[in-house]
């Protein structure tokens, strides 16, 4: 398996690379002792793209090649469906539990494909992703059940298309919590390319008409110029590390084969970081907190520094060595580079580390300052703080603040912290 540098070209590759390394995982910390909070070893994926670009097939392969995958899909499933069931035997009148998906993949992968529409049921799964662990309390019954998985996600934007200049959070109509448990989150984009177009057409055309063969095409990404470290491109990326060269021959490993050898890599190797590593990853975390020290807000977090460390742990874990090597942790730091320059990517070319945790883009986000600015300049004058809706919209008429979405606009200055929502559609300014 070869994997070493990040790619600037192909997304294609580095997805593949990244769910390689959720089939492996890192290693659980402090999981056997009851007076240490257990520290979480597997990573989660999230996938956005285009619709139609193969991110369901993805899913599929990962969770068959997986020594024990659930493959579920988010418009077809309930909350009970992935956490727990809570039923009555009809003889005796005894509760019984019935596993859902996340519990019925403890110690491997829940892949959750059209992640964008499980809706309301996206709220159960934060305990499960970060404490591995869910909870219930119905009925006089009270516990918690292990749900120790990686979640893998595939989700479509809103709209059936990305839209760059708005951020993951609201092309997916996702809460930062739960889009801040991902360690890692890869863009799809289907953008046209002669080239590409013409060598994926051949390649359907092949396996439609009974040839087979393996594709040679290639999703290309834009290249994003730009003089931020994250966008700087490397050497040697990925993208021609892993893809094939002409005339090179490949002996593909079997389903089978593969599947006990991840098998036994989880069971067995149990790696942990050496000094190099550590050092590498502690300079790349810092380089980020660096980058936004001038924002209004910080959105990277421990959380990045310990999904860079579950990452090393599984690159050492594919190669079964007990230890991680410095090379290791650059591979991953390539890979986390790529995911942060799509993530906070402004669409211009350029880098805002404000765009994640505030889930607005650059055009909503200067509305919503004129927006609170004007509500006090208002508050100010009547002497009163709580508003409706309708109060709320015919204001933003006054001042000529147009946004497509009122209600999501208004739902957005709700979780930012500058409303606090009272009751059925009013609102309280908390800036005064």
Known sequence: ???????????FLLVKAGLCLALFG??????????????????????????GLGKSQMLQAVCNVAPRGIYVCGNTTSTSGLTVTLSREAGSGDYSLEAGALVLGDQGLCCIDEF??????????????????????????????????????????VGGHYNRAKTVSENLKMGSALLSRFDVVFLLLDVPDESHDRKLSEHVMAVRSGKGGASSAMVTRDDIQSQHSLLEP????????????????????????????V???????????????????????????????????T?????????????????????????ATKSDAED??????????????????????????????????????????????????????????????????????????FESFISSLNEQGYLLKKGHRQYQLQTI
Do not use: W
């Open 1 to 11: 398996i070869r994997f070493c540098d990040y790619p600037n070209r192909d997304p």
């Open 26 to 51: 890192g290693s659980q910390k402090h999981a056997d002792d009851k007076n240490r909070i257990p520290v979480r070893g597997d990573p989660h994926i999230l996938v956005v793209g285009d619709p």
């Open 116 to 157: 964008d529409k499980l809706g309301q049921q996206q709220q159960a799964l934060l305990e499960a992703m970060e404490q591995q662990t869910i909870s219930l309390a119905k009925a006089g019954l009270v516990c918690s059940l292990p749900a120790r998985t990686s979640v893998i996600a595939a989700a479509n934007p």
């Open 234 to 261: 490397v050497e040697t990326p990925l993208s021609d590390r892993l893809q094939v060269c002409p005339g090179e021959y490949v002996d593909p490993i079997p389903p089978s084969l593969l599947r006990k050898y």
């Open 263 to 297: 098998g036994y890599a989880r069971r067995y190797v149990h790696p942990s970081l050496s000094a190099s590593a550590a050092q590498t990853l502690q300079e790349f975390y810092l380089s980020l907190r660096s980058h936004t020290h001038a924002a209004d807000a």
């Open 299 to 323: 959105p990277i977090t421990t959380r990045q520094l310990e999904s860079l460390i579950r990452l090393t742990e599984a690159r050492a874990r594919l190669e079964l060595r007990e230890t």
């Open 332 to 405: 991953v730091v390539e890979i986390m580079k790529h995911s942060l320059a799509d993530t906070f990517s402004d669409g211009s070319g350029g880098l805002d580390f404000e765009r994640s945790v505030l889930g607005v883009g650059m055009s909503q986000r200067s509305a919503a300052k004129r927006f609170i600015t004007a509500l006090n300049m208002q508050a100010q004058r009547t002497h009163t703080v709580l508003y409706d809706l309708t109060e709320l919209r015919c204001l933003a008429k006054d001042f000529n603040i147009q946004v497509s979405d």
